[in-house]
Structure formats: structure tokens, C-alpha cells
């Protein structure tokens, strides 16, 4: 993964202006000593430092470590597959989606990792069953005929079929892990695109 | 030490509970207003991000909110967390109960629409013989209506249908785009009229209690806000039968409390004001306490289509663009229908529908998504659900909160007559688009769960009969004259529009009449 650097205001708008607050003297009489430094030798105004900070997935590779080694090879080739590099802009592989997708299904209910598993061993096992080698091979007719299930019309109610259930729910979560990515944004930020659905008003957790 | 005892004990912050501080204070009335919830700083508490600082990308902690369809990374501490206010159901019938704890409650969040209920509503009975009527009817309550949508700044257009009473708008001139009105002409002969959507402006920013009513209410000096209070029950004076005040914890130290006031408004929301009552014990002698639980059966994306000719960039304002609204239109003379009541639609033009609608992926969908940019046409069809005795809430003996309270247990399924409204809906408006032209990519008819509307009505019913209501007709309690209930628990129908606006009518009604038997001297 590229790396990069970027700043972070850490101490910035929310935090600093508490800190700041809870630092600030108390008047004993209005106008008294409302200008009292909040520390011995520092004035009222002074500013606090924002410190230059990174994010550990710039700073280092992600271990994928839920899925198996041909589960891993065939999510990042169905990744591919769903979502490419496209009018240069990154695709699934470049925005680091199958790694990260490892992290979420890892991190979540039982039925969705079932879900996801049993999805990929059946993509691969079908792949060999077709064409004689692994979905992580196969080229992108092969892929297309494979991917069948994703033509039918979407309807409310997953599909039964548990290959179809989880295509599905890949392309949806492929998309969304590659759309939502820094390297999306970068990229897209970079070529005069924007995503609207890029920045949100975000809640801290409450106290 | 010897506390202080207020007039009217208020519990909630929210639209019901902020309207009932904004009119009571206003008249002199001193209030305590107990808050389950923090405070919150809203220049602090929120801020602006990028989707790709959050940890898990937009799709946040994975089962953290099982049952908040709503909640996303962004949101998700907004939320009231089931860890702590856990409830429970049968597996089979799934209750999706979405909640707030902070100053302000979920007005801080709703979606604004400001509808008024009608004669259609209020005396529904007369209508179709189902169920009870409203001890009152649109004409009660109407001055009250004029009141909160100034206070709100409710835009719209009149449009003269008894369906929907006109209000005090900041009138919405806005031309309507060319498919708003293809969609109005082609609704034409289903009898589907299409008006403005009508919103709280509020100060543009912000339409809620926090804002609009309990700043003022501050201001009189009249009024305490108390935060993190978590009410365990409402207090009774054994000698007069009265309520007298309520206890609560504190939210973060469970330090126990016991507030005094000769008054008590509940304003806690629907569902939270019913279980206090229960954990309390008190205002049942109908038996009805906690039943005739409903809502508005929602399906959002129920018709999304595509107007041709704003494919590929062809759109602009003049064509497509703005969300419109089309109100019930089922019924109104009669049993039209393999079911009772109606439904609407709020709709929106100019979007791009959702890539999982397009049967396909990689380059293909990027075309495909490319070619429908801002082409696109949504609507959620917001059903009548019938309020049923067999819909109900009670307490879980077996289950407490965070603060060792009981929790409630949901009973509550949708019937044949929503089933069979909502197939109407979805096949009507999907004929209505093709007849506009639109090209009908998905459909259907499929509901969340109950409570996905966050518009959960009744279980706490007003009405003139004691036996089959909790209130009479002032949001009081038959059973105890100084106990009011100003939320939706109080309804007795919901209709299908957004209950809010209703909410703020009736408990500024409510409150106007407590405050005068305080004047009195009632209790």
C-alpha cells in the first residue's frame, strides 16, 4: 500500500476548545482577573500544538487473518472483478477492500462470516468444478459466467441460494470498502470529483 | 436540607416534553424537566468527517445496533445503545425500537415533515367503524396546530384537501419540476394528488425542542433541566391518591434521587412514558395501559424508476430534482379497498439510484450508474397500521437496564390490512411512474419491522370512556387528576402522517389546560 503522510489536527476544534475551557480561569468579580494566564509564564491566548500525526494503515501493511489463504485469493480476485480501476480512479484492489473486508467479517456475527466463508469456498469450488482451476485464475469470461447469479433482478428478500446470498451482499460491501477509502477520496479529490457521501457529520461518543 | 417543590414535574426533552416547558414556564408554572439522557454541546459533540477516518469505513462496528436500520458510522452514538436499555420480543416477531437519551431527544434527528392528522383521523371510527374515535377532533386541536408550525416555521402550499388541513406556512412557491408533475398528471385518474412536502424550517439549521423551546423556556427563569435522571417510577401521596413526584438514578453514578412537584407531565417518548407508568403501577384501572401499540408501516425504495430523458447528464432542475408528497388518497369515501385507512408516498426526483438495483458490476455498473446520475426516482410508502388491542407492550419481569429497571416486552405484529395496503401502494405507484414514462427498475412491498418509522402511537390512549382509555380528552389521566401524558402515546390513530407536529399541538393543549388548574388549584 502507498504510503503517505497527512495532517491531523488531533488537538483540534472539539477537543481543544474543552481543554481549553476547563484551563481557563474563573473570575473571582467580573473584569478582576478575567485575563489571569492559565499557566504560570503562559498567556490567556496561547496556542496549544497540533501534533503531525499518521494512521497505523499508513505506516504499515494490514495482517489479513481471517479468511483462509484461498478464501484471501478469492475474495481479492472477486474484488477485482466487482470493482476495478476505473477512469483513473482506484479500484478495489488498490483501495485495500479485500484486506479490510477480512478485518470486518472478522469483526462481525457469526452469520455473516458464515455468510462470507462458505460464499468463497463455493465461488472456488464451483471455479474448479468449471474450469478446472481456482476462482483466483480464472479470467474475466470465465469470472462473468461464474457471477451469474448477480443478473437477476434485486429483490427485498436475499436469495436462498447461498452462492447467490453472498455475490450479493460482495457487491454491495466490495463497493462501498473501495468508495469509502482514503485512497478513493485521494484519488478522486485529486482528479476534481467528489464524493458527496465522502464527508458526514460525525457524533463523538457521548459522556 | 429541604427540597424544592415545583409545580409540574416534567420527564422528557424532547418535541413533548419541550413544548410542555415552553408553555408552562411561559405562564409562570415552575418546571423541572428530568432528562434520561446527557446533555449535549453541539459544537463539540459533532463534527465534520471523512468517511475514510472512521475505523470501519462508513459500515460501522459490526452488530452494535441490531435493530437501527437508521444507524451508520457516522450516527451510531447518537443511538440509544441496547446494551443498556435492552427489551425483548419473540424471536418471530421482531420489534425494531429506535431510541435517543439526550437534551432534546429525538428531535435533534427527525426528518421534519409537519402533517397535520384530520377528521379522517380523529374520527376514523365514524369513517369505517374500526376502533374508537379521538375525543377530538381537527377543529380542537387547529389552534394549537397554528401555533407550532409558527414556532417551527413550517413551509408548504395550501391545498385545500380535508385529507390534510392546511396550516400556517411559510408559503413554498418553488416551481415543481416536470416529473413531479408528470407523476401528479398520471396520479390524476387514481384520485393521487401531489403536494409540496411540508417541513419545519426552524432556524434553517436546527428544527427541535433544543432550540425552539426549551431556550425560551429557560429564559423565564422558570424552568430546571435536569440531565442524566433516569425515572425508576413516579411517586404517589397515599393520603390524596395524587402523583407527587418521581425517582430517578443518576445516569452515571446511580446515586438515587426523589423529585417533589404537584404536577406530573410525562414527555418521555411513546414507549418509555408507557413503561414508567407500568414500573409505577399506577393509571390502569382501563386494563388498556400499554395496548393499541402501533405505528407507519415505511418502505423506503418501494418504487425506484428512472426518468429517461435525464439520462446522462441531461437533467437539471427544471426537469427533475426536489421531493414532492402524495397524501392518502385511499378510502375517503368509503371502503374502496381490501382494506381499511391509507397510505402516502413522499417521493424524491434527481438522485442515482443505488448500484445494488442494476443487475450487474465492474465497468458495466459504472456505466450503467454514469447513465442514471442524477435520473432518478424514489418513493417510501408510509401506511395506516391499525391500532390492536393485541398489540402491546408490558414489563419483562425477567430483564433489567443499565439502572436496574425492568425493561419492556414487545407483542406486536402487522395484519392482513397492512400486508394487502402496502401491495396496493407499491402496485399503484408503480403503474402511476409508467404512465408518467419512468422506467420502473425495482418495486416492493416488503416492510421492516415494526418501529422502523420511529412513529411508535398509542398504548398510553386518550379518549372519553375510562374503561377502554388511560386519558381523557386533556391528555390526563382518568385515574389521577395532577398525571398528564403528552407524547404519542396518547394517540389513538396515527394516520400516515409523520406524528410530530401532532405531538407539539397537543401537548401545548395539555399543558394550557394544567396550567390553568394550577391557577385553580385543582391539586
Known amino acids: 500500500m502507498r504510503r503517505r503522510r497527512f495532517f491531523k489536527a488531533i488537538a483540534a476544534a472539539p477537543a481543544a476548545t474543552a481543554l481549553a475551557a476547563q484551563q481557563a480561569p474563573r473570575a473571582a468579580s467580573p473584569g478582576a482577573a478575567s485575563q489571569a494566564p492559565a499557566f504560570p509564564g503562559m498567556g490567556a491566548s496561547a496556542q496549544l500544538p497540533k501534533l503531525e500525526i499518521s494512521v497505523a494503515d499508513d505506516a504499515a501493511q494490514p495482517l489479513p487473518r481471517f479468511f483462509n489463504a484461498a478464501q484471501f485469493s478469492t475474495l481479492r480476485r472477486l474484488s477485482e472483478i466487482l470493482m476495478p480501476a476505473m477512469d483513473g480512479l482506484p479500484g478495489a484492489i488498490e483501495a485495500g477492500a479485500p484486506e479490510f473486508l477480512d478485518f470486518l467479517i472478522g469483526a462481525s456475527p457469526a452469520d455473516r462470516q458464515e455468510l462470507y466463508k462458505k460464499g468463497l469456498d463455493l465461488l472456488n469450488a464451483q471455479a474448479k468444478k468449471q474450469f478446472g482451476k481456482a476462482f483466483s485464475e480464472v479470467d474475466g469470461t470465465q469470472a462473468a459466467a461464474l457471477l451469474a447469479p448477480l443478473r437477476e433482478p434485486w429483490t427485498p428478500d436475499p436469495p436462498a441460494d447461498p452462492l447467490a446470498r453472498f455475490l450479493r451482499a460482495a457487491k454491495q460491501d466490495v463497493r462501498t470498502a473501495t468508495l469509502n477509502s482514503r485512497e478513493y477520496a485521494t484519488a478522486s479529490a485529486a482528479s476534481g470529483g467528489r464524493r458527496a457521501s465522502a464527508v458526514g457529520l460525525y457524533w463523538y461518543p457521548l459522556d | ?523
Open chain 2, 1 to 523: 436540607m429541604s427540597p424544592q417543590v415545583y409545580d409540574v414535574l416534567i420527564i422528557g426533552s424532547g418535541a413533548s416534553g419541550g413544548m410542555a416547558a415552553y408553555t408552562l414556564t411561559k405562564k409562570g408554572v415552575k418546571c423541572l424537566m428530568l432528562e434520561a439522557g446527557p446533555a449535549v454541546d453541539l459544537q463539540r459533540n459533532r463534527g465534520l468527517k471523512p468517511v475514510y477516518e472512521l475505523p470501519y469505513r462508513g459500515f460501522g462496528k459490526p452488530g452494535r445496533h441490531p435493530h437501527i436500520v437508521q444507524a451508520n458510522e457516522f450516527n451510531a452514538n447518537q443511538w440509544a445503545d441496547e446494551a443498556e436499555h435492552p427489551y425483548t420480543h419473540d424471536p418471530d416477531e421482531p420489534y425494531n425500537w429506535v431510541r435517543v437519551r439526550m437534551v432534546g431527544g429525538k428531535s435533534l434527528f427527525w426528518a421534519r415533515m409537519s402533517f397535520r392528522l384530520s377528521d379522517y383521523e380523529f374520527k376514523a371510527k365514524d369513517h369505517d367503524g374500526f376502533g374508537e374515535n379521538w375525543p377530538i377532533s381537527h377543529a380542537d386541536l387547529a389552534p394549537y396546530y397554528d401555533r407550532a408550525e409558527t414556532i417551527f416555521r413550517v413551509s408548504g402550499r395550501k391545498e385545500g384537501l380535508p385529507q390534510l388541513p392546511d396550516g400556517v406556512f411559510v408559503e413554498d412557491n418553488s416551481p415543481d419540476s416536470e416529473a413531479t408533475l408528470r407523476i401528479a398528471r398520471a396520479g390524476k385518474p387514481h384520485g393521487i394528488t401531489v403536494t409540496k412536502i411540508r417541513r419545519a424550517l426552524g432556524n434553517g439549521q436546527l428544527a427541535s425542542s433544543f432550540n425552539l423551546l426549551l431556550p425560551e423556556a429557560l429564559e423565564t427563569g422558570n424552568l430546571t433541566i435536569v440531565p442524566n435522571a433516569v425515572v425508576r417510577e413516579i411517586t404517589v401521596d397515599r393520603n390524596t391518591g395524587l402523583v407527587n413526584g418521581a425517582h430517578f438514578v443518576d445516569r452515571k453514578t446511580r446515586r438515587e434521587f426523589h423529585a417533589k412537584a404537584r404536577a406530573v407531565v410525562l414527555g418521555a417518548s411513546c414507549l418509555e412514558s408507557t413503561r414508567i407508568l407500568l414500573n409505577s403501577k399506577i393509571a390502569n384501572s382501563s386494563g388498556v395501559l400499554g395496548h393499541y401499540l402501533h405505528d407507519q408501516f415505511y418502505i423506503p425504495n418501494s418504487v425506484v424508476a428512472i426518468v429517461p430523458e435525464a439520462r446522462n447528464g441531461k437533467g437539471g432542475r427544471r426537469l427533475v430534482g426536489g421531493a414532492g408528497y402524495i397524501p392518502r388518497f385511499r378510502n375517503l369515501n368509503g371502503k374502496e379497498k381490501n382494506f381499511i385507512r391509507g397510505y402516502a408516498f413522499d417521493f424524491h426526483t434527481g438522485s442515482t439510484p443505488d448500484a445494488k438495483f442494476f443487475p450487474c458490476w465492474g465497468e458495466e455498473l459504472q456505466k450503467e450508474l454514469r447513465s442514471a446520475s442524477g435520473a432518478g426516482f424514489s418513493a417510501t410508502a408510509m401506511g395506516e397500521v391499525l391500532p390492536r388491542y393485541e398489540n402491546y407492550v408490558t414489563i419483562d419481569k425477567t430483564k433489567v437496564d443499565a439502572w436496574g429497571i425492568p425493561v419492556l416486552k414487545f407483542k406486536c405484529r402487522y395484519t392482513d390490512n397492512e400486508f394487502n395496503m402496502a401491495k396496493d401502494a407499491v402496485e399503484t405507484l408503480a403503474e402511476v411512474c409508467k404512465s408518467a414514462g419512468f422506467e420502473v427498475i425495482s418495486r416492493t412491498e416488503k416492510m421492516l419491522p415494526p418501529g422502523y418509522s420511529i412513529h411508535e402511537l398509542g398504548t398510553c390512549r386518550m379518549g372519553d370512556n375510562p374503561k377502554t382509555s388511560v386519558l381523557n380528552k386533556w391528555n390526563q389521566s382518568h385515574d389521577i387528576k395532577n398525571l398528564f401524558v403528552v407524547d404519542g402515546s396518547s394517540f389513538v390513530t396515527g394516520g400516515s402522517q409523520n406524528p410530530t407536529l401532532t405531538i407539539l399541538a397537543l401537548s401545548m393543549r395539555a399543558s394550557e389546560y394544567l396550567a390553568e388548574q394550577l391557577r385553580k388549584r385543582e391539586f
